[in-house]
């Protein structure tokens, strides 16, 4: 079967370092995807890994290991406007399947 | 460029009324998904249309829900009738499954159609 688990909560205070693990185990293997959801709005695009390794854009960055079915979302120097639900997503098949999303993982950062 | 719209934002209705919610993707966008998210859930796939083709409608209760995407481009998806546990988000996303090297893929999300079932 297919399973997403990432943690439900987080907090962090502005300036620091958090990173969101997520682990899966899905039937097939085609890249993982991190979104970002504010409250009442649509989920954005953040980062996308296809290969094992490390992914840098800007303050966020995104690792990915293959063999261990693991993901992490590291979001750097934290911002007030960071506080979101951070979503993790396994594409199984080619281009166009549908994302397997996890249920998310709510961020809130503090002054 | 205009992203993925959707309407109606809120819907209120009572239960066993019908509700139908309408999907304008990415111009150009040629795959089309209906998602549904509960409150605190991630997004969980109902249908995925190529062009106006249904290829992935194995989560779609379909005693109650139905959709349509007939000229391959806006998708309408239909509740008859709602019952209570129908309240949740319903997100359309829109994609390209094909793209120069390195393209992703990703979906692109509309801000989603909110129904409260009474």
């Known amino acids: 079967g297919q399973n997403i688990d990432q943690p439900t909560e987080m907090t962090a205070t502005e300036g620091a370092i958090v990173q969101i693990n997520c682990t899966y185990q899905?039937?097939?293997?085609?890249?993982l995807f991190w979104y970002q959801q504010h409250a009442g709005e649509a989920p954005t695009f953040l980062s996308y890994?296809?290969?094992?390794g490390l992914e840098e854009k800007g303050r966020f960055s995104s690792f990915l290991s293959r063999s261990k079915g693991y993901s992490y979302l590291l979001l750097k120097e934290l911002q007030m406007k960071d506080s979101a639900s951070y979503l993790c997503a396994v594409r199984e098949g080619q281009a166009g399947t549908a994302l397997i999303f996890g249920k998310g993982t709510t961020l809130s950062v503090s002054s | 460029e205009a992203g993925v719209v959707q309407s109606p934002r809120y819907k209120i209705i009572e239960k066993k009324q019908p509700v139908a919610f309408w999907c304008n993707p990415i111009?150009?966008?040629?795959?089309l998904y209906w998602y549904l998210q509960n409150l605190g859930q991630g997004p969980e796939l109902l249908i995925r249309?190529?062009?106006?083709?249904?290829?992935?409608d194995s989560q779609l209760p379909k005693d109650r829900f139905s959709a349509e995407r007939l000229k391959g481009v806006d998708s309408t998806l239909k509740i008859q009738p709602a019952e209570l546990g129908d309240s949740a988000v319903y997100l359309c996303a829109s994609s390209l499954d094909y793209g120069l090297a390195g393209y992703t893929g990703e979906l692109f999300f509309g801000e989603g159609s909110r129904l409260t079932v009474l």
């Open positions: 249309y190529e062009n106006e083709e249904a290829v992935d």
């Open positions: 899905t039937s097939g293997f085609n890249g």
């Open positions: 111009s150009g966008h040629n795959t």
């Open positions: 890994n296809v290969l094992d």
